[in-house]
């Protein structure tokens, strides 16, 4: 199947820093989703992207859908303690399936305050 | 999650015995997912459906069936669980593009 890759794993940042991540995709995708999961909870989606190149922001967060469409990255400014979690990417193929998503290994980011 | 229920929210079952999920939607959404997360492998999608008994599988189906005879119901089964399918199951519901999918809160399944 698909596989997406997505860096880093892990991230230990303090608070005010500014970070980013990314997805590389083997196949082409559609929509490129960034989604966001606390402890015990469903991920919740952050941001969405469907055009190549597109690039688009959610207050802090600012992501883009990479020109081959075969990646994507994920830019948080002026961490908190609550940007704490696991951050997931997840690529969506073309067609009416709207969630029948490809996600990464995700990314566990912690903020030292 | 307020439009999405999965039931129940933990359980330990034995192997070999049979296990059935429930997602329960109030959101009319036409379609639903069942997804499993296992630590290094994010996401992964088990099945899914486009409406009433229109189901189709996903990355990793092997050992589960699912059933929508309503809308508002996904049931994900495992016929004869196994230790391998210990994991967090997630139900998942979508309508248009723009939302990807909305998730519910995640079942804890256990297997001894």
């Known amino acids: 199947g698909q596989q997406l890759n997505q860096s880093p794993q892990s991230m230990f940042i303090q608070e005010g820093e500014d970070v980013s991540m990314n997805c590389t995709s083997s196949?082409?995708?559609?929509?490129w989703l960034w989604y966001k999961q606390d402890p015990g909870e469903g991920p919740v989606l952050l941001i969405a992207?469907?055009?190549?190149?597109e690039l688009t922001s959610n207050g802090r967060l600012t992501a883009q859908f990479g020109i081959t469409r075969k990646d994507s990255f994920l830019n948080i400014s002026a961490s908190i303690p609550s940007d704490v979690g696991i951050y997931f990417c997840?690529?969506?193929?073309?067609?009416?399936?709207?969630?029948?998503?490809?996600f990464g290994q995700g990314t566990i980011l912690t903020v030292h305050p | 999650d307020a439009g999405i229920t999965q039931s129940p929210r933990h359980k330990v079952t034995e192997t070999g015995t049979p296990v059935t999920l429930r997602c329960h939607q109030t959101?009319?959404?036409?379609?639903m997912y069942w997804y499993r997360q296992d630590p290094g492998h994010g996401l992964r999608l088990i099945h899914y459906?486009?409406?009433?008994?229109?189901?189709d599988k996903g990355e990793v189906s092997d050992g589960y069936s699912v059933s929508r005879s309503k809308t508002e119901d996904f049931l994900l089964t495992l016929e004869s669980a196994t230790s391998s399918q210990t994991s967090v199951y997630f139900c998942?519901?979508?309508?248009?593009?723009?939302?990807?999918?909305?998730f519910g809160q995640g079942t804890r399944l256990t297997v001894v």
């Open positions: 998942a519901i979508s309508e248009n593009r723009e939302m990807g999918a909305f």
């Open positions: 196949s082409i995708f559609n929509t």
């Open positions: 992207l469907y055009k190549a190149g």
């Open positions: 997840a690529g969506q193929p073309g067609g009416t399936s709207y969630g029948k998503l490809t």
């Open positions: 959101e009319n959404h036409r379609y």
């Open positions: 459906s486009y409406g009433v008994k229109d189901t």
